[in-house]
T-cell receptor, first 114, second 114 residues
Framework: DAMVIQNPRYQVTQFGKPVTLSCSQT?????MYWYQQKSSQAPKLLFH???????NEADTPDNFQSRRPNTSFCFLDIRSPGLGDAAMYLC?????????????FGPGTRLTVT | AQTVTQSQPEMSVQEAETVTLSCTYD???????LFWYKQPPSRQMILVIR??????QNATENRFSVNFQKAAKSFSLKISDSQLGDAAMYFC???????????FGTGTSLTVIP
C-alpha cells in the first residue's frame, strides 16, 4: 500500500545534540510537510516543500532545518534540541492542484530530549 | 492567514448515539477545501471526510456526514451510531484551492461512553 513512513518512531536525544528525523513516501506526492505536535494540541506547521521549493513558516525557529533530496524523502534536522523541542513530529504529503487535495500523514516520530 | 476555530475542546457521546462537532473558519476566498481528521490516542492521523467548497451537497462517508454552510463559514461533523472506536481527537482543517498550506483547528477530544 502507498504510504508515508517515518523513522524512527521514537527518538531520544540529549540536550544540544543534533538529531535527524526521516520521512519517506510512496505516494509520489509533490508536497511534503513537517509538523510539530505537542500533547493535546493541533499540529503546528514548521515548513513544507513544494517539489524542491522550500517554504518556511515565519515562526519556525532557526534550530529547525529540512532537506528534501528527492521526491520520496524529506528530513527534519534539529541542530541543537532543547527541552522545549520534545514533541511528536508528523510528516505529511499532498498533491498540488490535481485530484484529491487532502494530506496523508505518517505515524509520527516522538522525540524525547534528556 | 485563514483561521479555523473549534469551540468544543471536549465532547462525549453515548455509544450508538449521535454527536455533532463544530467548526467555523474565516476566509475571504471562494474556492477551498475543508477536512475532518481523526487522531486516536497514540495513533496516526487519518482523514475522516472532506468537502470541496464549490459543492453544495454535504459530504457523507458511512456514519460520518458534514453540515457545510458556506455563507456562515461553518463546517460541522456529525457522527451517527457512535462506536467505541470513534474515541479520538478530531481536527478540522482548511486548505485554499490555490495553496499548499493547511490550517488546523485546536481539536475536539471525543469520548464515547459504553
Amino acid at each position: 500500500d502507498a504510504m508515508v513512513i517515518q523513522n524512527p518512531r521514537y527518538q531520544v536525544t540529549q540536550f544540544g545534540k543534533p538529531v535527524t528525523l526521516s520521512c519517506s513516501q510512496t505516494l509520489n506526492h509533490n508536497v511534503m510537510y513537517w509538523y510539530q505536535q505537542k500533547s493535546s494540541q493541533a499540529p503546528k506547521l514548521l515548513f513544507h516543500y513544494y517539489d524542491k521549493d522550500f517554504n518556511n513558516e515565519a515562526d519556525t525557529p532557526d534550530n529547525f532545518q529540512s532537506r528534501r533530496p528527492n521526491t520520496s524523502f524529506c528530513f527534519l534536522d534539529i541542530r541543537s534540541p532543547g527541552l522545549g523541542d520534545a514533541a511528536m513530529y508528523l510528516c505529511a504529503t499532498s498533491r498540488d492542484r490535481q485530484g484529491v487535495r487532502e494530506q496523508y500523514f505518517g505515524p509520527g516520530t516522538r522525540l524525547t530530549v534528556t | 492567514a485563514q483561521t479555523v476555530t473549534q469551540s468544543q475542546p471536549e465532547m462525549s457521546v453515548q455509544e450508538a448515539e449521535t454527536v455533532t462537532l463544530s467548526c467555523t473558519y474565516d476566509t475571504s476566498e471562494s474556492d477551498y477545501y475543508l477536512f475532518w481528521y481523526k487522531q486516536p490516542p497514540s495513533r496516526q492521523m487519518i482523514l475522516v471526510i472532506r468537502q470541496e467548497a464549490y459543492k453544495q451537497q454535504n459530504a457523507t462517508e458511512n456514519r460520518f456526514s458534514v453540515n457545510f454552510q458556506k455563507a456562515a463559514k461553518s463546517f460541522s461533523l456529525k457522527i451517527s451510531d457512535s462506536q467505541l472506536g470513534d474515541a479520538a481527537m478530531y481536527f478540522c482543517a482548511y486548505r485554499s484551492a490555490n495553496g499548499n498550506q493547511f490550517y488546523f483547528g485546536t481539536g475536539t477530544s471525543l469520548t464515547v461512553i459504553p
